[in-house]
């Protein structure tokens, strides 16, 4: 499989908490994405960053790339019970179009 | 706008039937179609790359002759699933690339709602 590592596997926080969630890949590559996944339901895009960045922020987002660890981090800042969901990293590069998806957080957060 | 529309969203067929999903992109042309398959609590599985007017790029592991793919227009991507085993049901899921963004260098694709398929 080519499919990257993420961690947690799961996350219980309390809302207001901020949540880290961490994604390391395997291959160079172009941009990687983060997604988030409700229960049943397709994917709905977060944010992407490319190769050559290393730091984008978009609303309560914050993700992090470390071309040199092969990782990146997703934070929420503020977190609502409205973020529980599952959220997935996806890069793409080596293999063209194609998206190689990470295992996946699954995030939960108290109301 | 970018929305990718799935049906049917659930679909409960007899083994040995075949079960066909449509995958469409409602505001946008889409040269490129992905099917993903995705197990309970697991990530998604690429499944092919459809490609319209040509024959889909299956991965490897992933019979061509169990999963058709069809993308007869820019708009619409179709999979079926033929035979249909117990250990075929899954959640399917599509996406599809804008064909205005094909030749930048990002890969934002825009996913469908999902396909749940049991098979009894």
């Known amino acids: 499989s080519q499919q990257g590592e993420e961690d947690p596997q799961a996350l219980s926080i309390q809302e207001g908490e901020n949540a880290t969630m961490n994604c390391s890949y395997k291959t160079s590559i172009n941009n990687l994405q983060w997604y988030r996944q409700n229960s049943g339901r397709g994917l709905v895009h977060l944010i992407l960053?490319?190769?050559?960045?290393r730091e984008k922020h978009s609303g309560r987002l914050r993700v992090t790339l470390d071309t040199s660890k092969k990782s990146s981090s997703l934070l929420i800042t503020a977190s609502r019970a409205a973020d529980t969901a599952s959220y997935f990293c996806a890069t793409d590069g080596e293999y063209g179009n194609k998206l190689v998806f990470g295992a996946g957080t699954i995030l939960r957060v108290k109301s | 706008g970018a929305v990718v529309s799935q049906h049917p969203s659930r679909v409960i067929c007899k083994s040995g039937t075949s079960v066909k999903i449509e995958c469409r992109s409602l505001?946008?042309?889409?040269?490129?179609m992905f099917w993903y398959r995705q197990f309970p609590k697991k990530s998604l599985m690429l499944m092919a790359t459809?490609?319209?007017?040509?024959?889909?790029?299956?991965e490897q592991g992933v019979e061509k002759d169990k999963f058709l793919i069809n993308h007869a227009s820019l708009t619409l991507s179709t999979l079926t699933v033929t035979s249909a085993h117990p250990e075929d049901s899954s959640f399917y899921i599509c996406s599809a690339r804008d064909l205005r963004t094909s030749g930048v260098s990002y890969n934002e694709q825009f996913f469908g709602p999902g396909t749940r398929l049991t098979v009894l």
């Open positions: 960053i490319r190769s050559n960045e």
């Open positions: 505001d946008f042309q889409a040269t490129t």
């Open positions: 459809s490609n319209e007017g040509s024959k889909a790029t299956y």
